[in-house]
Nanobody
Framework: QVQLVESGGGLVQAGGSLSLSCATSGRTFRRIGMGWFRQAPGKEREFVAAVSWNGNTYYADSVKGRFTISRDDAKNTVYLRMNSLKPEDTAVYYC???????????????WGQGTQVTVSS
């Protein structure tokens, strides 16, 4: 199983940007799909973005054009660049690995602890 550690969350004003990182360890990173999910208070966890082992990207409609997922295999890290943030993007963001199904939205077998993103209006 892969271990995941997210970082980069915080408080930002609407219209601003944040970048999240997810460092992985414990398995070969190069051949696994990775994803980002989020969960807002009182809501179910929802898919945000995913990147396949060969770099294909997938996005939820709500973030398409604003968020960018990328991966750096040399650093065993996946990133989520979030631009034009909205108050409704406020949530705990989770990194995920070991996809159980594909293509996204997919379920994953390994999860990070989450990082809080808060967008003020």
């Amino acid at each position: 199983q892969v271990q995941l550690v997210e970082s980069g969350g915080g408080l930002v004003q609407a219209g601003g940007s944040l970048s999240l990182s997810c460092a992985t360890s414990g398995r070969t990173f190069r051949r696994i799909g990775m994803g980002w999910f989020r969960q807002a208070p009182g809501k179910e966890r929802e898919f945000v973005a995913a990147v396949s082992w060969n770099g294909n990207t997938y996005y939820a409609d709500s973030v398409k054009g604003r968020f960018t997922i990328s991966r750096d295999d040399a650093k065993n890290t996946v990133y989520l660049r979030m631009n034009s943030l909205k108050p409704e993007d406020t949530a705990v963001y989770y990194c995920a690995a070991d996809p159980i199904s594909w293509p996204p939205p997919a379920d994953f077998g390994s999860w990070g602890q989450g990082t809080q993103v808060t967008v003020s209006s």
